[in-house]
């Protein structure tokens, strides 16, 4: 592995001390500790004056620490940072703010210049120094307090300080850098933290302590969106940790809930690359364990460190670690301290062989296993057990968080290893579940994995019962109807005992209904319903019935109904069971062409059919011509599948020779494929067929079925696709059929742009069979439920709203008399309002009017297959749009746009922003912010107030705006422009002038006020969050009255903007601390 780290590192391992044995052992201890948990030495060691102490012992205290530092093994080698306080604490000193004059004033140049050589003497011809660390937080002896004059001093003193100490390294022959010092905090008394920025020739490098101790604002669980209950439930959530150190005053409403009093180190990073300095960790740690607002062993501050300043891309002078031990005390944390957790951490993100450079996270599921997948299927996903577990992969930064989510909803975070993979079980509820994984890197960079298929929990049985059996025993037929209570896909068996007979046919209301021949014996029905998860309900047992086997009675007519092969059989069964001695007549069906003689032959047989091949029936033709044509009927099949389909030619010369032979005997002919309809009804004999076909089919023959011109009858059709729905009869020729079917086909293809089903088939044609005009058909097809939904599902696609009354009533009308559907779509792209969204989003998207060859592009595919919402998607992510996106990055932000942000942006712009509203938004950001405060600073040499800020922020939110034009106009006009107004208390009426303002309502006890002149386009109000969180909250109490926006806050406090349409009003308008 390589020694190589990301960063420099140092340490403070405790101060060292020449004269004590035993301290210098214990710093011994915790630089070999260093060593090996790191694989590398410290190259940096912190140090510090004692500001306890007069100043006038500080620099005997240097020299103290210098020469310790120096004989010290280990310590000798490394670079000091020294913390060189601006004020002491020591009885009987100065204010800190009479410190700082006197400093600025060189009355303690002596000190400086004796320190630097104090240090210089003893070897350390590198030194960085850092003048009044961590001067924002008010422990600081170096506080450089919230008055405006203090800080003014403070700001002097550090400029004179950096002079001094530049002048003193040049006559020491040292090479110094001089650091300014804050500490990262979520609120300084001191107010802004860059407004204390000694300006870019005052700082070699911007130096910030950081540590995880953590006071969050409110315990909004960054995670799962909602409060947490206690601190300790809150910090558990490695994202909370990590989104409170980026930034470390945010509310679920804001991400700087301090009012500018919050400092970051994203913040100081942007600063760093304004002013083209390197940055510096001068302390790090992640918390002290016995401080109660920090995790005891918790790797995600030392995760989120490495992250912020591996994608900072600016350099880094040194990392100086810092930690607690488990007793509380500040220095290296060891594993050996009881947080190996940290530790760990600290050596796998900064140790040698750590990675470096910018990282963009992935996610990846790599298998979706169900512990059991019940029912019929092992691989439907569709089960009555929901547990599940799901593995995968995921790269980016250590500490990567992978959330599993269920459509919107978080399930969970799954357990991610050190070798990039992840596993996730969870036992999911009753639903429909479409799992996907999320992750979460500590800079809050995501990345989303694919869907995976949707699994189906069902644990609610069905529930079936059997409402009717009817029964006749001479046949043996059954009846059964019931109903059915269960999940999509449930099916309904009829068992008789343990025997399933077959599977029931339902229908949409809840029943189902099932027919069938029981033979001869006794037979007890019930019906068992099983759900695609194999969960199931079973009826009562109905009463036993008990059935004869073969024959019907009518009358004095027997009909007998069995197969061939059972009355070839046993002859003399069938002869002793209906012979003579019974006055009976018997129709037989079902014989086979080689039994039909002998059972012609038995006393009181009126009539036989014979159902045979062709083949067969010409192999028996001569046993047959002797049978009398009254009693003989013959149907030619081959067992079920179409009688041509397998070699016409050979049917026809048999069907040919047949009738030669058989001329006397009538022909029918079963199964007949819909191509070969025609010719074999132009047979001699063929008195009728019966045709088996699908909707494919029927729809390939129609136009020859058209032009049929033979009078034989077509007996039935057959329509099968999947299960065969039989008895689709009319009286009629084939051409008959043909102009029933014909219209039906046509008008789903044009009305509900898809094929007929089967079953619609037969209902239509049927209804135009008995009398129903056409025109009927196709007015009905258009006002039917789904041709309605067709419609509603145009107008969402096409202009993205729901249809009107008179706007569906319309197209239902042409829609049923001679537009299709295809028709529709066309007409409503190109109708006016279709153009004009398409023109809206150019202007939203784009920031621009539609050009012809676009506009007739766009119209053209929202006709055929593109929704408003697909259009506006592509333009999003059109070259033109990424430029423009691209544009706003280099003029508001003066950078290129980096890929997370312009990802982020493109969603938004395709989705719900326009072009102008992310200008604003960018114009607003924290970065902007930063850049904008950097500008004031260094035109008026002091930073903006808040009002000022706002006017720059406008200022850049201008369309053609720049960070440069705004220092131009600030360089031209002066911050006179800004102002802010402060009404006077109870109900005052104020005025706007020309200039941008901010209405200040913070800080008075304001009642019913009126603000005339208000400029929406450039004026701002100022609200305490007390009175409205947030704009989304306060947007639903803004109303018009007398030409004028009211802003109702409660009960006893509204704000009139008189000649201000409520429309115009937006977030930039409001400022909420």
Same mark, same amino acid.
């Given at each position: ?778 007015? *009905? /097809?258009?006002?039917? #439920? &789904? =041709?309605?939904? @067709?419609?509603? %599902?145009?107008?969402? +696609?096409? !202009?993205? $709203? ?71 998607? *592509? /333009?999003?992510?059109? #070259? &033109? =749009?990424?430029? @423009?996106?691209? %544009?706003?990055?280099? +003029?508001? !932000?003066? $950078? ?88 006077? +208390? ?88």
């Amino acid at each position: 592995m390589s020694n190589k780290t990301p960063f420099p590192l140092g340490a403070f391992l405790n101060s060292p001390d020449g004269t004590d044995p035993s301290a210098e052992t214990a710093y011994q201890v915790n630089y070999n500790s260093f060593v090996q948990l790191m694989g590398t030495a410290p190259a940096y060691i912190d140090s510090y004056i004692d500001y306890g102490q007069p100043i006038s012992d500080w620099v005997s205290n240097a020299s103290f620490q210098a020469w310790s530092t120096a004989v010290t093994p280990g310590a000798s080698n490394a670079i000091p940072v020294i913390g060189l306080p601006m004020a002491s604490t020591a009885a009987g000193s100065e204010t800190p703010d009479q410190f700082f004059k006197d400093f600025a004033s060189g009355k303690y140049d002596s000190v400086i210049n004796s320190s630097v050589e104090a240090w210089a003497v003893c070897g350390f011809k590198t030194q960085y120094w850092r003048p009044g660390w961590e001067f924002n937080l008010s422990s600081s002896a170096s506080f450089a307090t919230s008055d405006p004059q203090t800080q003014s001093d403070w700001i002097a003193a550090f400029q004179h300080i950096y002079t001094e100490l530049h002048q003193s390294a040049q006559q020491y022959g040292v090479n110094l850098q001089v650091l300014w010092n804050p500490s990262e905090t979520n609120w300084s008394n001191a107010g802004s933290t860059l407004g204390l920025y000694p300006g870019n020739n005052y700082t070699d490098c911007i130096a910030v302590d950081v540590y995880a101790d953590m006071y969050p604002y409110s315990l909004y669980d960054w995670g799962i969106g909602k409060t947490d209950t206690s601190f300790q439930q809150w910090a558990a959530n490695p994202l909370n940790v990590e989104h409170y150190l980026q930034d470390p005053a945010a509310t679920q409403w804001t991400l700087d809930g301090s009012g500018g009093r919050s400092i970051s180190l994203a913040q100081l990073i942007s600063l760093a690359k304004q002013d083209g300095k390197p940055i510096a960790i001068a302390e790090a740690g992640a918390g002290n364990s016995a401080g109660g607002t920090d995790n005891t062993d918790d790797p995600a501050f030392v995760n989120w460190l490495a992250a912020e300043l591996r994608s900072s891309n600016v350099t880094v002078e040194f990392v100086n670690i810092w930690d607690s031990n488990a007793g509380g005390s500040y220095e290296f944390s060891q594993a050996g301290d009881g947080k190996p957790n940290e530790a760990a951490a600290w050596a796998a993100d900064f140790g040698a062989g750590a990675p470096s450079g910018p990282q963009t996270p992935t996610v990846a599921i790599t298998a979706q296993t169900l512990a059991q997948d019940t029912g019929a299927s092992a691989t439907d996903l569709v089960t009555s057990i929901g547990a599940v577990t799901l593995a995968g992969t995921v790269s980016g930064y250590n500490g990567m968080v992978v959330e599993v989510l269920d459509g919107t909803t978080l399930l969970g975070n799954a357990t991610v290893t050190g070798s990039g993979t992840w596993s996730y079980t969870t036992t999911l509820a009753a639903g429909s579940h479409s799992l996907y994984a999320l992750a979460i890197d500590p800079l809050f960079e995501t990345a989303t994995s694919d869907t995976q298929p949707t699994i189906t929990v069902e644990t609610t049985p069905p529930t079936v019962a059997i409402s009717s059996q009817n029964f006749t025993q001479a046949t043996g037929a059954v009846a059964l109807t019931g109903t059915l209570a269960g999940a999509s896909g449930t099916t309904v068996e009829i068992v008789d005992g343990t025997s399933v007979l077959g599977n029931a046919t339902l229908n949409n209301n809840g029943g189902w209904s099932y027919s069938t021949v029981l033979s001869s014996g006794s037979h007890t029905l019930h019906a068992l319903a099983v759900d695609l998860a194999g969960n199931s309900g079973v009826s009562a047992n109905e009463p036993q019935v008990v059935g004869l086997d073969g024959f019907t009675v009518n009358g004095s007519v027997i009909t007998v109904q069995s197969t061939p092969a059972l009355i070839a059989s046993d002859e003399a069964i069938f002869n002793n069971a209906f012979g003579t001695s019974y006055n009976l007549s018997f129709v037989i069906a079902d014989v086979a062409a080689a039994d039909a003689t002998s059972i012609a032959a038995q006393p009181n047989v009126t009539s036989l059919t014979v159902s045979d091949t062709a083949n067969d029936v010409l192999n028996n033709i001569t046993a047959l011509q002797s049978i009398t044509p009254q009693v003989l009927s013959i149907y030619l099949t081959d067992g079920g599948t179409p009688l041509l389909a397998t070699n016409e030619a050979a049917f026809l010369d048999n069907l040919t020779a047949f009738n030669k032979i058989v001329s006397a005997h009538t022909v029918q002919v079963l199964d007949v494929r819909a191509a070969d309809a025609p010719v074999v009804l132009s047979q001699p004999n063929v008195t009728s067929i019966s045709i088996d076909a699908t909707v494919d089919t029927i729809q390939a023959n129609l136009g020859t079925w058209l032009q049929d011109q033979h009078s034989q009858p077509v007996a039935v059709i057959n329509i099968a696709d999947g299960a065969s729905i039989v008895g689709f009869s009319i009286a009629g020729t084939l051409s008959g059929y043909a102009s029933i079917l014909s219209p039906v086909v046509a008008d789903y293809s044009n009305i509900l742009d898809r094929q007929v089903d089967p079953a619609g088939l037969i209902s239509w044609a049927s209804q135009l069979a008995d009398g129903m005009p056409i025109w009927q058909l196709r007015a *009905d /097809l258009a006002t039917s #439920p &789904e =041709a309605q939904s @067709d419609l509603e %599902g145009l107008y969402q +696609t096409v !202009l993205g $709203r729901s249809a009107d009354l008179g706007g569906l009533a319309g197209w239902t009308g042409l829609l049923g008399t001679n537009l299709s559907l295809a028709e529709v779509r066309a007409d409503l792209a190109t109708a006016p309002e279709a153009q004009s969204d398409l023109e809206g989003l150019y202007q939203t998207v784009l920031g621009r009017s539609a050009d012809l060859g676009g506009l007739a592009g766009w119209t053209s595919l929202l006709g055929t297959n593109l929704s408003l919402a697909d259009v506006r998607a *592509d /333009l999003a992510t059109s #070259p &033109e =749009a990424q430029s @423009d996106l691209e %544009g706003l990055y280099q +003029t508001v !932000l003066g $950078r290129s746009a980096d890929l997370g942000g312009l990802a982020g942006w493109t969603g938004l712009l395709s989705t719900r922003l326009s072009l102008a509203n992310i200008r604003t938004d960018l114009a607003t950001s924290v970065e902007a912010q930063g850049d904008l405060t950097a500008i004031f600073r260094n035109v008026e040499g002091r930073p903006p107030g808040i009002a000022e800020l706002m006017g720059t922020e406008g200022l850049l939110a201008a369309n053609g705006a720049s960070l440069g034009s705004v220092e131009a106009s600030l360089s031209h006009n002066g911050p006179s422009g800004f102002a802010t107004i402060t009404p006077s +208390t109870g109900n005052a009426t104020v005025a706007a002038s020309a200039g941008p303002e901010v209405f200040d309502f913070t800080s008075i006890a304001f009642g019913y006020d009126t603000i005339t002149g208000f400029n929406a386009a450039q004026d701002t109000i100022a609200l305490t969050q007390a009175r409205a969180e947030n704009f989304a909250t306060l947007e639903a109490n803004i109303t018009g009255i007398n030409g004028g926006a009211l802003i109702t806050l409660d009960a006893s406090h509204s704000i009139l903007l008189s000649g201000v349409a409520p429309s115009s009003l937006a977030a930039p308008n409001f400022r909420f601390v």
